[in-house]
């Protein structure tokens, strides 16, 4: 990944270059933004210009021995701890174990969010973890001699995943790590990161991506003609990986609006053996894209709500969706809108906390019965 490749992003790039040309390089950064924003492909393109033995003014060359590494993402001093699925059966307890899968997956998937990996590792009901075990991985990493590079690197993604034990850990090579050694953490949550690996940080927050850059990206990389690809810039909200979907209405995002339908007719017919059905279908797609549902019911309760003030510059919804919101729309209103609102996020906290998915669902269907018709 270069710099040239990120989507928009143009006074970030910049100030990285500076940072990198004045020699102000904290040891400790940590890029904060949505998946769709370009957070991990900013650090990426920013560990390659630190490591470019002939940066230009705008990017790395592209030519020398440690960008044709980084091609590869086979550079020796480019290290990366992820998210994974413990496989003790298949000898798979450390990221390091699941690298050749990585290096693919990154090559394929610049842009990307933890259900893209989760799904190309087929992870079925499992949630990721950086294991207590990677902590004396990296710490044995990052006491090894430089090979070649002028900057040892550690990209950590989603440092929030990191089992307590082990972030506590790596607090104190954080503080002070091994002589030319730059940790890049990329989060989408900081908020749950522990807070002294925060303080331990320097936070670059990457902001959604600017309108008139994702209408510019459709445009050359997908031929949509302009009128198009503004329309889905809007829709998108910053987020590349939405734009993308917004193009043609995604499998998963299918499937998630089929499930929003059924339940909501479930609710309003209080036909209870469809809910048990529903509840059923939906226990059985894994707790992330559990909550990734529930995420998108609260949105559409949301884009449904304003649908009816007849204002399309303010929402944010795709052609199916749209048509769905002519019949739905009427049933969100001020008298119940908040209180959808607040089922659907206390459903989402109950599948975080563990709690039986088809009792989450089920209960949550009951829940609706009584609110949609208010």
């Known amino acids: 990944m270069y710099f040239k490749h990120i989507i928009g992003q143009e006074e970030l790039k910049h100030r990285l270059i500076q940072s990198v040309q004045t020699g102000f390089i904290p040891h400790a950064q940590l890029f904060c933004g949505q998946g769709g924003a370009g957070v991990f492909p900013l650090g990426l393109a920013y560990a390659r210009y630190l490591n470019c033995m002939h940066r230009t003014e705008t990017d790395a060359c592209g030519v020398c021995p440690s960008c044709v590494k980084f091609d590869e993402l086979a550079h020796p001093d480019l290290h990366f701890v992820f998210p994974i699925i413990s496989r003790k059966e298949k000898k798979k307890e450390l990221c390091d174990d699941y690298l050749p899968e990585w290096r693919t997956f990154l090559k394929s998937h610049p ?17 990721a973890l950086i294991y207590s075990k990677e902590s004396e991985e990296i710490i044995h990493k990052l006491n090894l001699k430089i090979y070649e590079a002028t900057c040892r690197i550690l990209m950590v993604w989603l440092p929030e995943k990191m089992h307590i034990s082990c972030a506590n850990k790596l607090l104190k090579i954080i ?6 050694t730059v940790i890049l953490m990329v989060s989408e949550s900081p908020d749950q990161i522990l807070g002294t690996i925060l ?3 320097q936070q670059i927050h990457v902001r959604p991506i600017h309108p008139e850059a994702i209408t510019q990206a459709m445009i050359r990389n997908y031929g949509l003609a302009p009128e198009d690809a503004k329309h889905i810039a809007h829709l998108c909200g910053g987020n590349y990986l939405q734009a993308m979907e917004a193009i043609s209405l995604g499998e998963e995002k299918k499937f998630f609006l089929d499930q929003f339908k059924e339940m909501m007719r479930n609710s309003w017919a209080r036909n209870v053996k469809g809910m048990k059905l529903m509840a059923d279908t939906l226990a059985g797609i894994g707790r992330e894209r559990q909550k990734n549902f529930l995420s998108y019911c609260q949105h559409l309760i949301r884009e ?3 649908y009816r003030f007849q204002t399309p510059e303010l929402n944010y919804m795709n052609t199916e969706e749209a048509g769905f919101a002519i019949k739905f729309a009427p049933f969100v209103n001020e008298r119940n809108v908040f209180e959808l609102m607040e089922e659907l996020a206390k459903a989402e906290r109950h599948i975080s906390q563990n709690v039986n998915a088809k009792m989450v669902f089920f209960d949550l269907s009951l829940r609706l019965t009584v609110l949609i018709k208010k």
Not at 111 to 127: C, K
Not at 175 to 180: L, M, Q, T
């Open 111 to 127: 842009y990307f969010t933890i259900e893209n990996w989760l799904e190309y590792i087929d992870a079925g009901n499992s949630q």
């Open 199 to 201: 303080s331990r940080s």
């Open 175 to 180: 503080e002070e790590p091994p002589a030319n």
């Open 304 to 306: 449904n709500f304003i």
